[in-house]
């Protein structure tokens, strides 16, 4: 849908078009920000500050409002940092010359051009047909696991999806936020389902005295929450799976081609410890927090290959792009 819009926009030239699709882009964002709001307002206001849900003494409200509040920080923090955080751009060392986009055109076989630059970078993946992977909007060569979306109208660096409840594309720069904001929305509706239990047993059967749009509110609310604790949990597991894995979404669906040897579903496997560490850094405390931890810099990634081969020529430009890749990823000549 976003796509055909976007298409007859490009069609009429309508900078106004542009600005009303923009806009709408927003919607899924803020219907998502309003539920929170509402769910903080039923569960923090009606059930703990309004007195109608009495629970015996003050203490368990504190308690209740104080580990929902954090959870609720944290939640809001991982989701803001996730729709904000800006994706790092490829680096130049990627992008073709005018020289080299000369020759891309000029020459009867595109792919001796791509695999001649191609052999001074750090890109060990190829198309399925085993081609270079290239991108002729942005007219650079991709680093591994570097794709482009139509919806952002760039490569974004080890994209796993574009998702519209953020506006952005999740990937390498902003992954680590996106799946705490999955786990911290699924522990603040397990929270809201367990200390909420009791008084919505209470406002069902009408053994308290509520507000009748309130009651109405609490229920609806606490199913909602239900609902949202499964979906969210469902996510949430999937996406711990592809940490594990050492995967994005994208290479779940089709595994990455190496240059001469076919899918390789393992391609990035280095153990379950190392995989987690990959995008929540070494630190186990600091990566259970909405901070920059991720290891490498979004161009390089090491691979249980790199213990046998030497995949990088050893060149100056090379040394370049590698400079702050991890040292298994670097050229032999560098570790």
Known sequence: VHHTMAIRCSHSGGALCWSVIRVLYWIPVLFAFMIILWGYYVYAYVLNISGQFPKGSPLINVLFLAVGHCLLFLQIASYVRTIATKHKDIPDEFALSNEQLQQLEEAEDSQTVL?????????????ISG?????????????????????????????????????????????KYFVLFLFYTFLLALWFCITGLYDVIRAIKGTVEVDPTERVMVIFCYFLCVLFGFSTSSLFGYHMYLVLSNKTTLEATQSPMVQNGGHDKKLYWLGYKKNLQQVFGT????????????????????????????LFASTTRNRAVSEDCPEETRPLTQV
């Open 283 to 310: 630190q186990y405390l600091h990566g259970l927090l909405p901070i920059e931890t991720s290891l490498g810099n979004g161009v390089c990634y090491p691979s249980y290959l790199d213990a046998t081969l030497n």
């Open 131 to 175: 081609t270079v992977r290239y991108c002729t909007i942005c007219e650079h060569i991709k680093p591994d696991r570097c794709h482009h979306c139509s919806m952002c109208k760039r490569c974004v660096l080890k994209m796993d999806h574009h998702c519209p409840w953020v506006n952005n594309c999740v990937g390498f720069s902003n992954y």
């Open 115 to 127: 695999i001649e630059i191609a052999k001074t970078l750090p890109v060990r993946t190829r198309t």
